[in-house]
């Protein structure tokens, strides 16, 4: 029995050498201490990046309903602000609207596709957004986790420091793709 564990040890030492490119077999140096890495916070599931889909039949009723969409966005967005601002917010208000908001985000990379950017330095769509779509959708990306952020958010603190990084998200994809209406 004891030539047997010897038998099987030299064994392992042959294929250890032939694993090593021919090197002498070591002995066994006992095995690290597993490195403790910190569990990253988890990041909230994020839809697909955008599809650039086709061109629509009719081009100015596709963009006048994307922008109907965004000044929804922006109503919902100001019961948020709304409340951010309150001494004693409503805190079921700001999770549906977070929520809302949250919703927007995950279907907005539908809302670009061919041939539907402003006119150049017209207020709405940049072109922009058809030559750097990474960006673009990076900045999607951003919206979403923010507002799923948001949406898990209890209480006046929670709202207090998650609605700075919200707004963020949207400033952040609007000073780059975005040409303002002026008139308001
Ligand atoms: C990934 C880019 C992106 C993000 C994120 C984004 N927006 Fe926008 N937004 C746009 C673009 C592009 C337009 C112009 C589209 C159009 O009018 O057809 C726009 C238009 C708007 C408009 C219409 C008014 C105007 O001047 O054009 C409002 C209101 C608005 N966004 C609010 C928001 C709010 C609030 C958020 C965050 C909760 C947000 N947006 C996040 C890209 C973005």
């Known amino acids: 029995m004891k ?3 010897f038998a099987s040890a030299a064994i392992l030492a042959i294929g250890l050498a032939a694993c090593g490119g021919g090197e002498p077999a070591k002995p066994a140096e006992p095995a690290p201490v597993a490195e403790v890495t910190p ?3 988890p990041e909230p599931v994020v839809a697909p990046a955008s599809t650039m889909g086709e061109t629509p039949a009719d081009i100015p009723a596709f963009m006048k309903a994307r922008h109907e969409k965004y000044e929804d966005l922006g109503k919902t967005f100001k019961v948020v602000l709304d409340n951010f601002k309150s ?3 409503d805190m079921t208000a ?3 609207a977070a929520a809302k908001v949250k919703g927007y985000a995950d279907e907005m990379g539908t809302w670009f596709p061919p041939g539907t950017a402003a006119e150049p330095g017209k207020p709405g769509a940049k ?3 058809w030559t750097d779509r990474a960006t673009f959708d990076a900045g999607i990306a951003k919206l979403q986790v923010e507002a799923t952020k948001l949406a898990a958010v209890t209480d006046a603190a929670g709202l207090k420091a998650q609605f700075p990084a919200t707004g963020g998200a949207c400033k952040n994809c609007h000073d780059t793709f975005r040409e303002e209406h002026k008139d308001k």
């Open 94 to 96: 700001v999770t549906a």
């Open 127 to 129: 072109p922009n957004i």
């Open 3 to 5: 030539f047997a564990l």
């Open 39 to 41: 569990t990253p916070t």
């Open 87 to 89: 001494a004693t917010p």
